[in-house]
């Protein structure tokens, strides 16, 4: 699967239901807030925006973004994969996919995010694409983070 087969589209009319869909594993719901939860965050607090990953036609997963207006650091949040997806690559392309983008549209102080210790699957995720945990907490989450650039530098 070559990135290019995933795409990242804005939630709209079209699609938002199957946004609200997605399912995570009973054990991940402890990791993230059900995608309705974040689209009507997203809808309200004026801060975050959220795409839809799109793959073979379907929707089968979420992210969204948002500038830290402390540093400008561009974070990252409610990256989930539905669970039928899930271990085919698609998270991974898809964050690097957003990196990419929100890199070209701006994001020039780096990229944040943050996830629970224990989510192995996440932090994977995260690592291969140049995250690296900084010591900062967020709550009960470890955050890591990542230069603009892809090599990982200035984080
Ligand atoms: C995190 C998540 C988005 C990854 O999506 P995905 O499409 O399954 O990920 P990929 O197939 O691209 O795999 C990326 C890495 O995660 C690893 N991984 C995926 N699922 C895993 C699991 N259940 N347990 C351990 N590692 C896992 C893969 O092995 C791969 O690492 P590797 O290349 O070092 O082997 C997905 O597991 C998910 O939606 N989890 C629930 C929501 C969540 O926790 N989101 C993150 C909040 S911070």
Do not use: K
């Amino acid at each position: 699967m070559t990135r290019d087969a995933i795409s990242l589209v804005p939630v709209d009319r079209d699609n938002w239901r199957e946004v609200v869909d997605l399912e995570v594993t009973p054990e991940q719901r402890a990791f993230v807030a059900p995608p309705a939860r974040y689209l009507t965050m997203c809808a309200y607090d004026g801060v975050w925006t959220p795409l839809a990953i799109r793959f073979e036609g379907r929707i089968v997963g979420m992210l969204m973004w948002a500038i830290d207006p402390d540093d400008g650091a561009c974070c990252l949040g409610g990256v989930l994969v539905d669970r039928r997806w899930q271990r085919r690559g698609i998270g991974r392309r898809a964050v690097e996919h957003a990196l990419a983008r929100l890199a070209e549209h701006g994001a020039t102080s780096g990229f944040a995010l943050s996830y629970h210790p224990d989510n192995q699957a996440a932090r994977r995720t995260y690592a291969a694409l140049g995250f690296a945990e900084t010591g900062e907490v967020e709550g009960d989450e470890v955050v890591a983070r990542r230069g603009p650039a892809s090599d990982g530098t200035d984080a």
